[in-house]
């Protein structure tokens, strides 16, 4: 059977892993990005039929092709992929309204409209599924993108509890901290974290693929994280509020929004 999948933030990090173990796995693919020119080389390394779709998902015309493209029932999508991400490296107080609006744009009314146009199509078909990047960073209280991400994780943990009896899957995917693109497009200086966090990006696609079909509703991917995941309820607020990635390095404390559809979330 033909399958097909859709991968946003597909020329990079995690994105770009999870196009190639589906396309390992036979799924054709469509890859979103904003650099045609990125895209076009990603799709060329791929041993599947692939089609590019450079588009800015915070901008309101361009989320809105990529939806049309999700929707078509000519072209089923039966495996999106909400992957594309950003942050800020800027506490609350003094970071940008503008980058802030932006940042809720990508991570938060981008997957939402691209599920809203998925949904429909993959209950006429009776199956689909449905992964979300999501992060560690949405089960604490550190900022927007934190808030962003536990929104991720709640939306996606209600799609699975509603539409599972109709044959779609939805999984919420937890990393910790990848060694990618998201850091450096942010500024972040990574050169003074200890190996230990660093978890590996081919593994962490393979466990939120595995889990999308099975059917698990969340998946904290790396065993250091899933050992630390039940201790994270027990820290208190005012511990874990200290810390954000303005703090990763404070020469960049005012630093600005690198919006993408290019990085990997985490």
């Known amino acids: 059977m033909d399958m097909r999948a859709l991968v946003t933030g597909a020329t990079a990090g995690l994105g770009a892993e999870l196009a190639r173990q589906l396309a390992a796995d036979g799924f054709s693919l469509v890859l979103v990005a904003r650099d045609e020119q990125r895209l076009r080389e990603a799709a060329a390394a791929l041993p599947v039929e692939t089609e590019v779709l450079a588009a800015d998902l915070t901008v309101a015309d361009d989320l809105e092709r990529v939806a049309a493209r999700v929707a078509d029932p000519a072209r089923p999508v039966d495996v999106l992929v909400n992957n594309a991400g950003t942050g800020i490296l800027a506490d609350f107080h003094v970071s940008g309204v503008d980058e802030e609006r932006r940042l809720l744009d990508l991570l938060v009314w981008a997957p ?21 990047v999501a992060s560690m960073a949405g089960r604490m209280p550190n900022g927007t993108y934190s808030a962003a991400k536990s929104h991720a994780i709640t939306f996606s943990r209600s799609i699975a509890a509603r539409y599972r009896a109709d044959g779609i899957r939805a999984t919420a995917l937890l990393p910790g901290f990848l060694k990618t693109e998201f850091h450096e497009r942010l500024g972040i200086d990574r050169s003074g974290t200890p190996d230990i966090i660093w978890a590996s990006v081919e593994a962490t696609a393979r466990e939120g693929l595995r889990g999308l079909r099975k059917g698990r509703s969340v998946v904290v991917s790396d065993w250091r994280y899933r050992v630390t995941a039940p201790l994270v309820p027990l820290i208190p607020d005012r511990s874990m509020g200290g810390w954000s990635m303005a703090r990763l390095d404070r020469r960049d404390a005012e630093g600005r929004l690198e919006p993408t559809s290019d990085a990997n979330a985490d």
């Not at 939402?112 to 979300?132: C, E, K, Q, S």
């Open 112 to 132: 939402m409209r691209l599920v809203h146009a998925a949904l429909p199509g993959m209950l006429d078909r009776g199956r689909g599924g449905i992964l979300t």
